[in-house]
Each structure stands twice: as structure tokens, then as C-alpha cells.
């Protein structure tokens, strides 16, 4: 069983910054691909960054490269998203995630399968 707890979230204003945590725990975790999601109102769900560690893979959406990192600890037990220069159109729930493909494929493929509950961050401009 894969548990997936996010925190971080809040408010903060345009140009702001925030990391976000999600904590890890469950079986066979050392070959996934740990990502970033979110959904903002009235809108779908979209990928925001991932991490397949064992292969050194990183993918991020077009429109947080450069802003946004993410990482985590050697035991894959803790993963973040470290943002910067954050902007009204950032405001969303965020959501961690895990696939068992660890080449973390498009965030479509829906081959990520373990979600947490979410952390909402809004950004007032």
C-alpha cells in the first residue's frame, strides 16, 4: 500500500516562493518516478514536474521550467517541489504522485496511479 501525504501549501503574493513536501511511505518504491501535479478551478489535472531517480530522469511542464525544481531525499521517502517567482495562474491544488514507470511518462499515459489528498496554493497578484 502507497500513502501519500502533502504539506507547504498557502498563500502568498506574485514574485513569492514555496516548497512543497510530500511524504512518502509503502512497498517497492525504489524504481518509480515521483511527480508534481495540479489542478487549478474549473480546470483538468496537469503535470507539473517528475523525477525518475534511477535513471537520472526529470520532466517538467513548459510553463514552470526554469521556476520550478523538484527533488528529494536519498530514500525517496520525502519528495518537494521547491517554487520561485510564483504567479496568479500557479493557483491550483497540488497534488504528489507516483508511477511505477520510472522514465516518468506523460503525465496523460495514466500510468500514475497513487495520489495524495492535495495542498492548495493561491498566489495573489
Known amino acids: 500500500q502507497v500513502h501519500l501525504l502533502e504539506s507547504g501549501g498557502g498563500s502568498v503574493q506574485a514574485g513569492g516562493s514555496l516548497r512543497l513536501s510530500c511524504e512518502v511511505s509503502g512497498d517497492s518504491l525504489s524504481s518509480v518516478c515521483l511527480a508534481w501535479f495540479r489542478q487549478a478551478p474549473g480546470k483538468g489535472r496537469e503535470g507539473v514536474a517528475g523525477y525518475g531517480a534511477r535513471l537520472g530522469i526529470t520532466r517538467y511542464a513548459d510553463s514552470v521550467k526554469g521556476r520550478f525544481t523538484i527533488s528529494r531525499d536519498n530514500t525517496n521517502s520525502i519528495v518537494w517541489l521547491h517554487m520561485t517567482s510564483l504567479q496568479p495562474e500557479d493557483t491550483a491544488m497540488y497534488y504528489c504522485?507516483?508511477?511505477?514507470?520510472?522514465?516518468?511518462?506523460?503525465?496523460?499515459?495514466?500510468?500514475?496511479?497513487?495520489w495524495g489528498q492535495g495542498t492548495q496554493v493561491t498566489v495573489s497578484s
Open positions: 504522485s507516483i508511477s511505477r514507470n520510472d522514465r516518468c511518462p506523460e503525465w496523460q499515459s495514466g500510468q500514475y496511479g497513487y
